[in-house]
């Protein structure tokens, strides 16, 4: 009998457990979580707009998307393929290429400093004949200058001839004459005084009045600061001569060219009075700073033979350039700037677009920018349209944080919803429909001043007063543009200067929705 009990109670213990784990409550909430979610859409354009019911944008008539949840949180976008040929994307495979550059420059001829020679006076003295008597004139070494007179070489000749005759004789004072004879020689060499005018002077046992100052080199005379008569004191300049059979070419390189420039680099230079003549040559030089204009000049050493290179001429330097190694690199399309960081949007497969921050290097002759970090080879980056893009996918999520504050079981219809203020949309674009804000269009009170409308607070520039929200007038006759971040009002219809789009008429009811 007890046997009985205990198998009646068992069962009836099973039968209460199966009836807990069906109830309805148990079952609506299985249901529930297997339940798929409710499909969205969205305008491609304006991500901002979100239905529950297909239909068309109220902003620019486009048909509204089916809206992929999860997007917006990462920062990525997905867009379906009518969208993405609308907006004109392009994508572009990263890889890697031999970079190479073409770095052109600004150059001019100058005289190559060390053929450059000054012509100085070491004593006091008089020019009594110029030899050379203008700029320009084609000297060569040992030629004659100028003469001067000068006591001191007057006495410094009768010094040298009383040591000369002295050491000729066979005794032993003319052992110590010949050290004062070197002494006096050597005085007069450091006067400039030829060997030949000594060798003269020796042979003729004579003091002339005058003495020459010679050429010290071949090449043209640049500088003149001497005239005939004029008396000059040890160390004035006479004259200043540049042997030009070399020449120098400088190229003012941009700061941001410097990476592609080195010593011993090839560069061609081209003249523009010698069409079709090239010459070729080498760096031998680059600054180690930077001119106020921020650019360093590279230096480059040709020979001038035929005298076509002359100081002061304009010249188009090119200099050839190739990095070693190949390095990864992107088109410099695909990559925007904002100033702190450099961002490229690279294609993952379905419509779906990833932002991604890189780090990029120098930009080849081929618009080739290197890729240090951020992307791997092969990676599709967007190379047209990437700034639609990168506008839609901040909007989205801005959206994508907006939505995740509410329940998104719910239903969001394009009539019940409420854009909220971002950084893209200023507070004065805001319009709700129902809570009936004001739009931010600001007009005068006097309605012979309606015709003056701006966004935003101010004074009347023909009576001074004080601008009234428009919703506080009875101001209506004047037309908006649909979106509203463009801020544009006027009082005749047309087009927006900004987007283009139609200008719609202003209802304070409708705000600028209608």
């Not at 901002?48 to 509204?64: A, F, Q, R, V």
């Not at 998307?65 to 379906?80: E, F, H, L, N, Y």
């Not at 007057?154 to 110590?176: F, R």
């Not at 719910?410 to 429909?433: D, F, I, N, R, Y």
Request: hydrophobic content about 35%; aromatic content about 6%; overall charge negative.
């Amino acid at each position: 009998m007890k046997k009985i009990i205990f198998t009646v109670i068992f069962i009836g213990a099973a039968l209460g457990a199966v009836y807990l784990l069906s109830a309805p409550g148990n079952t609506a909430a299985a249901e529930n979580t297997n339940a798929p979610v409710k499909q969205q859409y969205t305008c491609g354009m304006h991500p901002e707009i979100i239905s529950d019911e297909p239909g068309y944008c109220p902003i620019c008539g486009m048909k509204l998307t089916p809206k992929k949840d999860g997007a917006a949180s990462s920062g990525s976008v997905t867009i379906d393929p009518v969208t993405t040929q609308n907006m004109g994307l392009k994508t572009v495979p990263a890889g890697y290429h031999t970079l190479s550059r073409a770095v052109r420059a600004f150059g001019k001829v100058t005289y190559r400093e060390p053929n450059l020679y000054t012509v100085n006076l070491k004593i006091n003295g008089w020019v009594e004949k110029l030899y050379v008597d203008y700029k320009g004139e084609q000297v060569s070494k040992g030629q004659p200058l100028l003469e001067i007179y000068s006591p001191e070489l007057v006495a410094a000749q009768k010094e040298y001839l009383i040591a000369y005759k002295a050491s000729m004789n066979n005794t032993e004072a003319a052992g110590n004459m010949r050290s004062l004879l070197e002494a006096a020689r050597q005085r007069l060499l450091n006067w400039d005084i030829s060997n030949d005018q000594l060798e003269q002077l020796e042979e003729t046992g004579e003091v002339t009045r005058t003495m020459r100052i010679s050429s010290p080199a071949d090449g043209v005379v640049v500088v003149k600061k001497v005239s005939e008569g004029e008396n000059l004191k040890a160390g004035a300049e006479l004259y200043r001569v540049a042997d030009l059979s070399s020449v120098w070419v400088v190229a003012n390189v941009y700061e941001q060219d410097l990476p592609w420039v080195s010593l011993g680099q090839e560069a061609t230079v081209v003249l523009p009075h010698l069409p079709g003549e090239k010459f070729t040559a080498a760096v031998s030089y680059v600054s180690p700073y930077l001119d106020e204009n921020r650019q360093a000049e590279a230096r480059l050493e040709l020979n001038n033979p035929r005298a076509l290179l002359k100081p002061g001429m304009y010249a188009e330097v090119t200099l050839h350039s190739v990095l070693s190694g190949d390095r990864l690199a992107a088109p410099r399309t695909a990559v925007i700037h904002s100033g702190v960081r450099e961002l490229v949007y690279v294609a993952t497969g379905e419509g779906a677009y990833e932002p991604r921050l890189i780090t990029s290097g120098v930009v080849g002759e081929d618009d080739m920018v290197e890729v240090k970090s951020g992307l791997a080879a092969g990676e599709k980056v967007v190379v047209s349209g990437q700034f639609l893009l990168d506008s839609e996918s901040r909007l989205s999520e801005a959206i994508g944080m907006d939505m995740s504050q509410h329940d998104h079981g719910g239903t969001v219809s394009l009539s019940e919803k409420k854009v909220q203020p971002t950084e893209e949309m200023p507070p004065a674009a805001m319009t709700g429909h129902e809570e009936h804000e004001l739009s931010g269009i600001y007009t005068c009170p006097m309605p012979v001043h309606y015709h003056v409308l701006q966004y935003g607070e101010g004074t009347c520039p023909e009576c001074g007063m004080k601008l009234v929200p428009v919703e506080e007038t009875d101001n209506t006759g004047f037309y908006v543009c649909p979106m509203t971040e463009d801020r544009i009002v006027q009082k005749e219809p047309g087009r927006c200067s900004v987007c283009g789009m139609k200008l719609v008429k202003f209802e304070k009811d409708a705000g600028h929705d209608k």
